[in-house]
């Protein structure tokens, strides 16, 4: 059922995208409990995806491979597999090739990249970000760097902290929570934002933002 609407969703990557999450409708998975709000979307169950992913409380997925990789940002609650459990602030990549059987005691929120990876980035990743993740002050936190590619977490208060990094052209920002505007496009708490002709000087911020960014990637 919906499987239609996850079929080829945004796959142009020549395309500024801007998507409030919070106004988008859940949509079943294949597996009781578990929905998802789908940004960008190759196939129905398989290929390129990036989601929003819900786990309500004692929901399981059944064991599962990920053939290019899985990438996770744990946005709320506490996400669970063999390897441990992961709170709020981690952030993990499974590589190509590996499995995983996930579950969630008491619920979660997921930023969740699926089938991203180039094929020669094998790096298991798993970070703690909790210390920038309940912090006040401005700050950049590196989560990952392979070639091109570089991730992080990013706290801003009223500075254009982004123009002080080197990022590619291609840019795409999940807004934790707060404000900021990129051109005509107002981005705030929960807004998913993928531009590949990115100007660091049109990224405004008047009060707070915190994001997760990644760049060089697309």
């Not at 899985?70 to 441990?84: A, P, R, T």
Request: aromatic share 12%.
């Amino acid at each position: 059922m919906f499987s239609w609407l996850l079929l080829m969703l945004n796959m142009d990557f020549a395309q500024t995208v801007v998507i409030d999450t919070n106004q988008e409708e859940w949509i079943g998975s294949p597996m009781t409990g578990v929905f998802r709000k789908p940004l960008a979307r190759e196939e129905a169950e398989r290929g390129h995806a990036t989601s929003i992913v819900q786990y309500q409380p004692k929901s399981v997925f059944r064991p599962h491979p990920h053939p290019l990789g899985e990438e996770i940002l744990v946005l709320s609650g506490v996400f669970s597999d063999e390897s441990g459990d992961f709170k709020a602030g981690s952030y993990f990549r499974n590589p190509p090739g590996t499995s995983h059987a996930p579950h969630s005691d008491e619920g979660c929120l997921l930023f969740v990249k699926l089938h991203q990876f180039h094929p020669s980035d094998l790096n298991q990743v798993s970070l703690d970000a909790s210390s920038i993740w309940y912090q006040q002050d401005s700050s950049i936190l590196p989560l990952y760097q392979y070639g091109e590619e570089r991730v992080y977490l990013i706290r801003m208060s009223g500075e254009n902290t982004l123009a002080t990094l080197a990022l590619s052209k291609a840019v795409e920002v999940f807004v934790i929570s707060g404000q900021a505007s990129y051109g005509e496009h107002t981005l705030s708490t929960g807004v998913w934002f993928r531009e590949p002709s990115f100007s660091p000087m049109d990224w405004r911020v008047d009060g707070e933002c915190f994001i997760w960014l990644k760049t060089g990637h697309f």
